[in-house]
């Protein structure tokens, strides 16, 4: 009696699963390719780009010797109130790292001196995004420092400047 009572029992539990498998066959998958689609026609109404719009360096590689450093002045800024309610400040000093060799070198570098404003603005709205007990993130500070390098790579729509040097002290 034991047998045929899970005989039953094994039977109703494979009716039910061929029952939600055929379910999900064909209400979610339709409904799922109905959704790629329609975000495949959207991307392609507003033409988005899917990678940067800066140029890609051939030759990402440079000796120690076609650098120079270009050093930015102290900087100032508020951080994001914390959870403690506290209003944090970073005194930031920055440095930039700039390749020699690259093409745009001549044609930028007299260009960095007339943007320092406008570097700093940069750096300043990236650790304003933060706050003081986020920026002790050893992984916070490494996004901090690639979006830093980016946007500037983005307002010279050149990749001569090759890395940034970001230290700063919390109050």
């Known amino acids: 009696m034991k047998k045929n009572m899970l005989a039953v029992l094994i039977l109703v539990v494979c009716i ?3 029952t939600l498998v055929g379910y999900t066959v064909f209400t979610v998958v339709p409904n799922a ?3 790629d689609e329609l975000i495949t026609k959207i991307m392609q109404i507003i033409d988005l780009e899917l990678e940067s719009p ?3 360096d051939i030759n990402n590689t440079y000796s120690i010797e076609d650098v120079e450093k270009y050093s930015l002045e ?3 800024t508020n951080l994001r109130t914390g959870a403690d309610g506290k209003q944090h400040f970073a005194k930031i000093t920055a440095s930039l790292t700039i390749n020699k060799t690259h093409e745009d070198y001549e044609r930028l570098n007299p260009s960095v001196d007339k943007m320092k404003p406008d570097i700093q603005s940069i750096i300043m709205s990236n650790f304003q995004k ?3 007990d986020e920026l002790g993130d050893v992984d916070i500070q490494a996004t901090v420092k690639q979006n830093i390098l980016t946007d500037i790579q983005t307002l010279f729509n050149s990749r001569f400047i ?3 040097t970001v230290t ?3 109050s």
């Open 130 to 132: 933060y706050t003081s």
């Open 54 to 56: 800066l140029p890609t």
């Open 168 to 170: 700063y002290l919390i």
């Open 162 to 164: 090759v890395d940034c």
């Open 33 to 35: 390719q109905r959704t």
């Open 74 to 76: 102290e900087i100032t």
């Open 16 to 18: 039910v699963n061929l």
